[in-house]
């Protein structure tokens, strides 16, 4: 049974750039669609984008700008890089696994990252 | 963007009682919509997709109903490991979630 578990800073400085890691454990990598999901408290939950085994992405568009998710399918990790960070990106950041255009079928346990000055 | 509405936010519920949760959608979702249970540091838990299927070992006392714009979850008879928050989300156009429903004990 696949699962996953977010890591990175707790932490982040306002501009700065925010980046956490996913690691798929029990399952291949080389399958399901990966996606970033965060939770503020003022929007909610946001699905941020998602990346394919082949390596195709797709971000939602007011994050796009900032948004970079990457693949490292010799550690069976994916990864989420967010840049010029604001209080605003406090969240709870998950990640979570699809067959595409459906439902989240797996999710992590989520990490909560707070950027401040 | 598809906004998704729930509610109420807040339902109070006696154990063995039905909990009725409510999610509506700004435009037609067909039934690409999907139910979750949330508890506090777990990992979110798909209950229902395609608007009415149970997944994989969801027990029977969780129905889901509806299509179009207008959802409903069923929680036919309370356990004590039902109370938590429930958030529905659609993927017709990309993906919204609802704000959620917390389902505490009355």
């Known amino acids: 049974q696949v699962q996953l578990q977010e890591s990175g800073p707790g932490l982040v400085k306002t501009s700065e750039t925010l980046s956490l890691t996913c690691t798929v454990s029990g399952g291949s990598i080389s399958s399901y669609y990966w996606n970033w999901i965060r939770q503020t408290p003022g929007k909610g939950l946001e699905w941020i984008g998602y990346?394919?085994?082949?390596?195709?992405?797709y971000y939602n568009p007011p994050l796009e700008s900032r948004v970079t998710i990457s693949l490292d399918t010799s550690k069976n990790q994916f990864s989420l890089k967010l840049s010029s960070v604001t209080a605003a990106d406090t969240a709870v950041y998950y990640c979570?696994?699809?067959?595409?255009?459906?439902?989240?079928?797996?999710w992590g346990k989520g990490t909560m990252v707070t950027v401040s000055s | 963007e598809i906004v998704m509405t729930q509610s109420p936010a807040t339902l109070s519920v006696s154990p063995g009682e039905r909990a009725t949760l409510s999610c509506r959608a700004s435009q037609t979702v067909t039934s690409n919509l999907a139910w979750y249970q949330h508890k506090p540091g777990q990992a979110p838990r798909l209950l229902i997709y395609?608007?009415?299927t149970r997944a994989t070992g969801i027990p029977a006392r969780f129905s889901g109903s509806g299509s179009g714009t207008d959802f409903t979850l069923t929680i036919s008879s309370l356990q004590s490991e039902d109370f938590a928050v429930y958030f529905c989300?659609?993927?017709?156009?990309?993906?919204?979630f609802g704000q959620g429903t917390k389902v505490e004990i009355k």
């Open positions: 979570a696994a699809n067959g595409g255009y459906d439902a989240f079928d797996i």
């Open positions: 395609g608007a009415s």
């Open positions: 990346i394919y085994y082949t390596g195709s992405t």
């Open positions: 989300l659609q993927y017709t156009k990309w993906w919204t």
